[in-house]
């Protein structure tokens, strides 16, 4: 059964340190939708209504495109093992990149990855939880480490051509604001 909070309380905020997979959703009011699984050690609760995720370097870069025009965000962890849960979090929020004056702030809080490449730092208006009776159970074997080793092939110099040749438009052509502000 569904239930809705304003805030995150201490034992949501606990399952959600304990997840090993969460999933990232925003749309634009056009174009296509995008949810996107994140892992890792990459998601801090800062209080019961914000939260900042870490978000590295990867194929494409939809959320900074999405955010730029409708900045709504939710995300979802589900229980994989013991009890069941789905939990979402619905809010807005907003992208710090390097440039930004609060980016040392954010980096401060997660473990050092030169592949960061922007946090994403969400503001919660709504919580909401229902019983997840129907997501399988599965094991957590162990993080991926390819993102990391492909990284860490490649200098400040080779990232930002990363991101200049894979990261600046969405799949839909709109900017993603990764150098500069607009």
């Given amino acids: ?17 304990k997840q090993h997979i969460y999933f990232c959703g925003t749309a634009m009011t056009d174009g296509r939708v995008n949810v996107s699984p994140k892992g ?5 609760v800062i209080n019961p209504n914000c939260v900042v995720w870490q978000n590295y370097t990867g194929s494409g870069n939809e959320t900074a495109a999405h955010l730029k025009s409708n900045n709504r965000m939710t995300l979802m962890f589900c ?4 009890k069941p849960l789905i939990l979402r979090l619905y809010g807005h929020a907003r992208a710090v990149h ?11 809080l ?3 990855n030169p592949g960061t ?4 730092v969400m503001d ?6 229902s019983c997840g009776f129907a997501v399988p159970f599965m094991d957590f074997k162990q ?7 492909k990284v860490g092939e490649m200098d400040k110099d080779g990232i930002r051509q990363y991101w200049e040749d894979k990261n600046m438009t969405s799949i839909d052509g709109v900017d993603t604001g990764i150098f500069k502000d607009s």
């Fill in 1 to 17: 059964m569904a239930q809705q909070f304003p805030a995150l309380s201490d034992s949501l905020a606990a399952f959600i340190a």
């Fill in 40 to 44: 890792g050690d990459s998601l801090r």
């Fill in 79 to 82: 229980s994989f093992e013991k």
């Fill in 98 to 108: 390097p440039r930004n004056s609060d980016w040392q702030q954010y980096v401060d």
């Fill in 110 to 112: 997660f473990p050092d």
């Fill in 117 to 120: 490449r922007q946090f994403y």
């Fill in 124 to 129: 919660i208006d709504l919580v909401q939880t």
């Fill in 143 to 149: 993080h991926r480490d390819t993102l990391d080793v």
